[in-house]
């Protein structure tokens, strides 16, 4: 009796291919319609004049609006000094509010990690943050950082760390401080969840066989947890940055349209509903989306190279 011919693997391996298109279909469609045509649509006005006033009056223009020259002079988004000024003020608050909250969250994240009494409770009272709206907690912090009232200078004035109150959210040289703070406070849980979630996941052997060594523990970290959850760690990283990068609501509601703090997102915002400008608000929004996109890109090659070259 002839034995049943096996199925090559190139055909599974085809097949499998295959069924995981057929199930990722109907969310790439709603993708598309949800995300992509609104993108599409932003880069055609990038493009046109179109004003918010009458968006049925539109003409074709080109790049005029990202760059051109009139009268012997650069004019157009890339020769704005404001435009450059919020990408700086974007990438310097992404910079430092990512480091802070990847540290701090790997920090919560190994003391939640451990065993002791309570710790369901702590774990649940480390989320509370996260899980307040963003709006909510940038307005309680607005009013907690006030110069007048605020309980924060009522208090550095208590303990005489200051002689008068400071203006945090006023102040060019304190604005851009108090608004990595409040965003610190908001999002280091999520950083310290994906941490712990990837803690969890450690087999326990390597551990073991390091105490009985009587490895340092320090070095264990270094040489044994942080490799291992760096997968994790990268995503979490990832995710953050793209918050950071396309940051809004917690510098507007602190600062509004202030200029030492002004992100991409808020200059967009300013271009299309003060100024009314569709056209070159547009072409903020197209080059944000191409900033960030940049950069995830150019993080994950990095990230890809250097585990290639460890393995």
Same mark, same amino acid.
């Given at each position: 009796?002839?034995?049943?011919?096996?199925?090559?693997?190139?055909?599974?391996?085809?097949?499998?291919?295959?069924?995981?298109?057929?199930?990722?279909?109907?969310?790439?469609?709603? =993708?598309?319609?949800?995300?992509?045509?609104?993108?599409?649509?932003?880069?055609?006005?990038?493009?046109?004049?179109?004003?918010?006033?009458? =968006? /049925?009056?539109?003409?074709?223009?080109?790049?005029?609006?990202?760059?051109?020259?009139?009268?012997?002079?650069?004019?157009?988004?890339? #020769?704005? +000094?404001?435009?450059?000024?919020? $990408?700086?003020?974007?990438?310097?608050?992404?910079?430092? /509010?990512?480091?802070?909250?990847?540290?701090?969250?790997?920090?919560? #994240?190994?003391?939640?990690?451990?065993?002791? +009494?309570?710790?369901?409770?702590?774990?649940?009272?480390?989320?509370?943050?996260?899980?307040?709206?963003?709006?909510? /907690?940038?307005?309680?912090?607005?009013?907690?950082?006030?110069?007048?009232?605020?309980?924060?200078?009522?208090?550095?004035?208590?303990?005489?760390?200051?002689?008068?109150?400071?203006?945090?959210?006023?102040?060019? /040289?304190?604005?851009?401080?108090?608004?990595?703070?409040?965003? $610190?406070?908001?999002?280091?849980?999520?950083? #310290?969840?994906?941490?712990?979630?990837?803690?969890?996941?450690?087999?326990?052997?390597?551990?073991? #066989?390091?105490?009985?060594?009587?490895?340092?523990?320090?070095?264990?970290?270094?040489?044994?947890?942080?490799?291992?959850?760096?997968?994790?760690?990268?995503?979490?990283?990832?995710?953050?940055?793209?918050?950071?990068?396309?940051?809004?609501?917690?510098?507007?509601?602190?600062?509004?349209?202030?200029?030492?703090?002004?992100?991409?997102?808020?200059?967009?915002?300013?271009? =299309?509903?003060?100024?009314?400008?569709?056209?070159?608000?547009?072409?903020?929004?197209?080059?944000?989306?191409?900033?960030?996109?940049?950069?995830?890109?150019?993080?994950?090659?990095?990230?890809? $190279?250097?585990?290639?070259?460890?393995?």
């Amino acid at each position: 009796m002839n034995a049943r011919p096996q199925t090559p693997r190139v055909s599974i391996a085809r097949q499998r291919t295959r069924m995981a298109w057929w199930l990722l279909s109907p969310m790439l469609l709603v =993708l598309l319609v949800v995300a992509g045509w609104p993108l599409a649509r932003s880069v055609w006005f990038s493009l046109t004049d179109a004003s918010l006033t009458d =968006l /049925s009056q539109v003409s074709f223009i080109g790049l005029d609006n990202y760059l051109s020259r009139d009268e012997g002079q650069w004019i157009g988004l890339l #020769a704005d +000094p404001d435009w450059w000024h919020a $990408v700086w003020n974007t990438f310097r608050f992404a910079a430092l /509010s990512v480091a802070i909250e990847t540290v701090l969250g790997t920090v919560f #994240a190994l003391v939640l990690h451990a065993q002791f +009494p309570g710790r369901a409770w702590v774990r649940a009272a480390v989320l509370i943050p996260w899980a307040v709206p963003t709006i909510v /907690s940038a307005r309680i912090w607005g009013w907690m950082l006030n110069d007048q009232f605020g309980v924060i200078n009522q208090g550095l004035l208590a303990v005489g760390l200051i002689d008068q109150p400071l203006a945090w959210t006023a102040d060019p /040289s304190l604005s851009m401080v108090a608004i990595v703070l409040v965003d $610190v406070w908001k999002t280091t849980p999520f950083m #310290a969840l994906m941490v712990l979630a990837a803690l969890q996941m450690l087999p326990t052997d390597c551990y073991e #066989a390091a105490r009985v060594d009587g490895v340092p523990a320090w070095t264990v970290f270094w040489k044994v947890t942080l490799p291992l959850i760096r997968p994790a760690l990268m995503v979490a990283v990832i995710f953050r940055l793209l918050d950071a990068l396309r940051v809004f609501d917690v510098i507007y509601v602190l600062s509004a349209n202030g200029q030492s703090t002004m992100s991409m997102s808020i200059y967009a915002r300013q271009q =299309l509903v003060d100024f009314q400008d569709v056209g070159y608000g547009s072409a903020a929004s197209t080059m944000l989306f191409m900033l960030i996109a940049g950069c995830v890109g150019v993080y994950l090659t990095l990230g890809r $190279v250097r585990l290639g070259e460890e393995d």
